[in-house]
């Protein structure tokens, strides 16, 4: 699906209403209607699984649209008079009527007439097969690798002269080259093909476009190209000055409710109130996670990650502020030090760390960047309860370093609103 197109579309259409129907001056416009769309994109309405179905297309856009107008609130006290009820209910009105409909037309367009692209896969089908085929079903089928080869010059010259020969639906459109070293048996047939206009790609541009995750499979194969980047990472600037504003008013904003907590807890099961564990954080450095006690006295230990248990040890208190994450609200303080940042990889616990490095290649990437209490493995994947999870949801981490921008931490904030509405990931 051309998603940049339906996205901008979704975009020009809010300003319009906005600036036409509305009237407002053309800046505030941009940044209402900037702010809506963010909502509406942070409950998944763009993928093409809610844009199939008319009714759950409905439902995300409302909500999403619902929760932008908390963020437009912030804002009001600044510019009260462009924003009163007249333009709440008008805008929820208009996306939750107009956009689902364009969702399901724009879906029906692309199902039935996005053409297929064949690609020819320049690796082994046993390697690398169920990445390629996650990619296909993440594309609808649209995108289809045809045969893999392990090529020699000549083979690689009959299979593409022989396949431009066929119909259209079995043409060959492009190469994906999933195996650097088998690259090299054919890496002049490959530039020449190139210069004619065949389409190149790599595993790993196809990977993070379309799965928005690095699988450790992918990074071992092209290792050199991973390693290179990973060592160069660094945080930009401003997000330290950034989580220390976020941190800053969260803290006063919360301090009630982080009362009313310590209380409560206090009251149920006594004394300590907050929860301290070593965590490791930027660089593989040691750092005290703080968040509030929400499991019995003197039970809650680091050796009960995959406790069967777990549910008979959490507090009466502990059952409702989990599943929100209020137990986590403490984190502020972290981040407000500088252990933590607001969005990164989740911090783990020493012993593990200690043992996935051991076994799974890649991992020490994550430390590269400040631990967060949210993230984008947090609100993509569940929580991990084996090392096959374990690497799955590294893959995400991973993205998350090389990919990371002030507006993939956007993203992952009003995705994490739409995490904690639908129970969704580990947030």
Do not use: C
């Not at 089908?125 to 010059?153: A, D, R, V």
């Not at 299979?159 to 195996?179: E, F, M, P, R």
């Not at 650097?180 to 004619?196: G, H, M």
């Not at 499991?295 to 995959?306: D, G, W």
């Amino acid at each position: 699906m051309r998603k940049a197109a339906v996205h901008l579309l979704d975009i020009a259409l809010i300003f319009i209403m906005n600036a036409f129907l509305l009237s407002l001056p053309i800046s505030i416009s941009i940044i209402s209607s900037l702010i809506i769309y963010l909502g509406i994109y942070s409950f998944r309405t763009y993928d093409t699984e809610t844009m199939k179905s008319y009714t759950e297309s409905l439902i995300k856009t409302t909500v999403g649209t619902l929760v932008s107008f908390i963020v437009i609130l912030i804002i009001y006290f600044f510019l009260s008079k462009y924003f009163n009820r007249y333009f709440f209910l008008t805008n929820l009105l208009y996306t939750i009527t107009l956009l689902p409909i364009i969702h399901k037309i724009e879906y029906n367009i692309y199902e039935k007439h996005m053409p297929v692209k064949n690609y020819l896969v320049i690796g082994r089908k046993e390697e690398i097969g169920n990445i390629m085929q996650e990619i296909s079903e993440k594309t609808l089928n649209k995108i289809k690798f045809t045969q893999y080869i392990n090529p020699n010059p000549v083979t690689l010259d009959e299979i593409i002269k022989q396949n431009t020969q066929k119909a259209l639906t079995q043409t060959i459109h492009g190469i994906v080259i999933t195996d650097p070293e088998l690259e090299e048996k054919v890496k002049p047939q490959i530039q020449n093909y190139k210069a004619e206009g065949l389409e190149i790609q790599y595993l790993p541009n196809m990977v993070e476009e379309h799965l928005k995750r690095i699988p450790i499979e992918v990074a071992q194969k092209f290792k050199e190209y991973y390693e290179v980047v990973f060592q160069k990472v660094e945080e930009y600037p401003s997000k330290r000055f950034l989580d220390i504003l976020i941190s800053a008013i969260a803290l006063v904003i919360l301090s009630p409710v982080i009362l009313i907590l310590s209380l409560i807890i206090r009251i149920e099961d006594g004394k300590p109130v907050i929860y301290k564990q070593e965590r490791i954080g930027l660089n593989n450095e040691k750092f005290t996670m703080h968040k509030f006690r929400s499991m019995k006295n003197n039970t809650e230990n680091s050796n009960a990650k995959f406790a069967t248990d777990e549910q008979d040890r959490i507090l009466k208190t502990g059952k409702i502020i989990r599943p929100i994450r209020l137990d986590e609200i403490l984190q502020f303080y972290d981040i407000l030090k500088g252990d933590m940042s607001f969005v990164g990889p989740r911090p783990e616990q020493i012993k593990f760390v200690e043992e996935y490095n051991e076994l799974i290649p890649f991992y020490w990437a994550r430390h590269k960047l400040k631990p967060g209490l949210t993230g984008w493995a947090q609100i993509m994947y569940k929580y991990s309860s084996n090392l096959e999870e374990v690497k799955t949801k590294l893959s995400y981490d991973l993205y998350y370093v090389k990919n990371r921008d002030i507006f993939l931490d956007v993203n992952i904030v009003f995705k994490t609103i739409e995490a904690v509405f639908w129970k969704r990931g580990a947030v």
